[in-house]
Every structure is written in C-alpha cells, then in structure tokens.
C-alpha cells in the first residue's frame, strides 16, 4: 500500500526531510507532513548573510527567514538543521552569475541553486540521513509515470501563477525519483488557508521576489562589487552603426531593456545585442527583437527515450524561453549535433544565458520534458546581418 507520498510504507515509518526556506511554502509542506504521521525533518541552507539581507523582506535562507524556519519546526514538533552552505552557494551560485552577466549573458541563479546546493548537495544529505525522499514547497507536480522502474515525471501544477517548471527544467531523472512536491495540486490560496489554519507564524508573510542574494534588486550592483575591474566603458549604437551615447559597463543592460538606456530618443529603442568582446550596447526597434531560432547547449532531457532518438524532421513540442510567457509551438530539432529550437512565432527579448524549457503540449498540465540553456539566439535575416557587419567594424572602447 503506498503512502500519500507514493512510497510503500507506512507515514510513521516513512522519513523525511523537508527544505526550508522559511517561507509559508515550504512550511506548510513539513506541517502538513507532520500532521499526516511522517517522520519529518526541516533543513534550512544559510546560503548568503550580508547586511540588508537580514532585514529584507521577501528573501530566502537567511537571517529572518532562518528565524522563521526555526519557529515553524518548533510549533509543529520536528528536529530542525541549519547547514551553511555560503561557500558552496558563492561558488557554485553567486560567481558564475557573476560572470555570465560580465560575458554580456542574462543567467538565471535560481535554476543553478536548484541544480547545485538544493537538489545535489541538500539530497546527498538527507540520503544521509536515512530519508525516503526530499520535500520542497516549489509549485510543480511529481507523477508515477512508469510502475515497473517508480520513474516519475514532472508536471505543470494546478496553480498556474505559482508555476515554476520553469526553474525546474535542470532537475535530473534521478532526483525527480527521490523529490517530492506536495503543492502541486493546491492553488496557492489554499496553502495560505492551511497556514492560517494551523497558526503558522509565516502564514500572512510575502512571497520571495527578484533574486535572494540581491538585497535591492540591482543586480549591477553585485557585479560592480565582486568584480570592480569589469565595469569597461563602450558605446551604445544603434543596428546600421549610428553612435548614440556611452555606457559605464554592459552588465548594467538586458537583452530587451527599453528604460534606463540614457541616451536620447525619438522612436522606442531596446537592447538588440551586447557585445562583451568589443563593451559594445547595440539598440534597434522592437522588430528587430523578435526572435525565431535558438541553438542551446548543456541540455537536460526528462522525455521518453534518448533526446537523439528524436525524428530528424524534428519533434513537436512547447517551449518556454522566458519564465513569464505562455508556453508556445516549437520544433526540437539536432543540427550537427547541437539541439536547436525553431519556434512557431518570435519571441522578444530572449538573451543568451537563459533557458528554454520543454512541454510535451499546451494543456494546462502537461509534462516537462526537460530543456537547455541558450548559448545563441537568431533574429531575422535583416538584424542577423546587421551584427555581422558591426561585429566587422569594432569601436573603440569609451575612456574610462
């Protein structure tokens, strides 16, 4: 007879260890464990502790949150840990972020946390600790998809707001198997309902915003700190070469950034390219943002069979190439080996650095089937040979 967790024990005989962040998310998830008989342990990762982060609302793991954690571990009667996890979280986390945004990149911290410390390092340890499985409060669904081997397959949850297959694609067959979401069949309301019904101390406290380690939410700010020297001054041009203006660093810009430009404008004007080779910003209309192709690398493949078993006419699926769009239709295809997305219409904004994730459909639930970082993105014809040219005509540095 298999538990409420799909493993065959009885709760009382079934350990495990939940990650929490201290929010109301992963607290309503080792409380609810609790209630229903499982032998429940709460861990908390101290990944980051400076200045006004202890005081910063909507953060996670550390300060005030680890306070919190330790309070809901004690009114719902669990033994509750605090690993410090900083070195391996500025290591594994915070410096390549950092360089990713230096190389003119958009990356995507969450996904590199979920992947190292959370679903690796934090796994291994409660695998040490004799746990059957490891809980998180993150909105996704976690489904039986095959009896004979217990593999299982992630799913878009119920609560589409609160969906975060997004920042999930990386997770492995493996840890999918021995992680557990048990949110991902309730709307988010409901989680505050249970929180408040139980008297959570965390039950009215706000949902973590922007990235946990950026205590204002500038993340040029970080860069300028831990790495001073890459702030080299350039120029912002426009696609057919016209200078406008200069910049004090590309890390300060994204790919589809409209406002904070500081050059003067007549027509709306966005980040079309940046250009760390030569400290470059190029600009150009919203039309030349539209992205139709990207070639990804480091992919994570969570569908049936090998990803190069895939027809060479291609696959059709869904994909996401940013967290706050709808998934759209796509072709999955390998192009001299490298896995390349054609999508069925362009998307703006998309920057090297971020992920493209796969759905097996559009239905709201549908099955995550991995995905891949983007290392290229191809605009039309027009744009594409407007960068080549730039690219042959490098500027000079702006003095410093």
């Known amino acids: 007879m298999l ?36 032998e429940v342990i709460g861990i908390t990762l101290q990944l980051y502790d400076h200045g006004a982060a202890i005081e910063k609302k909507g953060a996670c793991c550390a300060g005030q949150d680890i306070e919190d954690a330790r309070r809901v571990a ?35 911290p969450c996904v590199a946390c979920n992947q190292t410390v959370k679903f690796s390092d934090l796994l291994a340890t409660a695998k040490d600790l004799g746990a059957d499985c490891l809980a998180t409060g993150h909105y996704i669904e976690s489904r039986l ?18 969906d975060q297959s997004y920042f999930l694609f990386a997770t492995t067959q493996e840890q ?27 039950a009215e406290k706000s949902d973590s915003q ?23 001054h350039g120029e912002i041009i426009k696609l057919d070469g016209t200078k406008l203006g200069t910049h004090e660093g590309i890390f300060n810009f994204t790919i589809g950034q409209r406002r904070g430009l500081g050059i003067a404008q007549g027509d709306p004007l966005y980040v079309v390219e940046l250009d760390s080779k030569n400290a470059r910003v190029i600009v150009g209309s919203r039309e030349d943002l539209a992205t139709h192709k990207v070639i990804l690398r480091d992919v994570n493949w969570l569908g049936d069979g090998a990803i190069e078993d895939i027809p060479e006419t291609g696959l059709d699926i869904f994909v996401k190439v940013r967290s706050t769009r709808p998934p759209i239709a796509a072709i999955l295809k390998l192009e001299d080996g490298s896995p390349t997305i054609t999508l069925s219409e362009g998307e703006h904004g998309v920057a090297n650095g971020q992920a ?45």
């Open 210 to 232: 922007d990235i946990c380690f950026v205590p204002q939410g500038k993340y040029s700010d970080i860069i300028a700190k831990l790495r001073p020297e890459a702030a080299v």
């Open 3 to 38: 538990n409420s967790l799909d493993i065959n024990k009885k709760p009382e005989d079934t350990r495990v260890v939940v990650a929490m962040s201290g929010g109301v998310d992963s607290s309503v998830v080792a409380a609810i464990l609790k209630q229903q008989g499982y």
């Open 145 to 162: 998809i095959d009896e004979a081997t217990r593999r299982r397959g992630l799913y878009r949850p119920i609560d589409h707001s609160r």
């Open 74 to 108: 004690d009114k719902i009667g669990i033994p509750y840990y605090v690993l410090d996890y900083e070195k391996k979280f500025r290591e594994q986390v915070i410096n390549p972020f950092t360089e990713s945004y230096i190389e003119g990149e958009t990356p995507i």
């Open 176 to 202: 999918i198997d021995y992680l557990r979401f048990p949110l991902g069949g309730l709307p988010k309301s409901k989680t505050r309902e249970i929180a408040r019904e139980m008297a959570l101390v965390v």
């Open 356 to 400: 493209c994730v796969f759905y097996q459909d559009e239905s709201e639930q549908t099955r995550v089937l991995g995905g891949g970082w983007i290392t290229k993105s191809e605009r039309s014809d027009a744009t594409e040979a407007a960068l080549i040219t730039l690219s042959e005509q490098p500027f000079q540095h702006a003095a410093s």
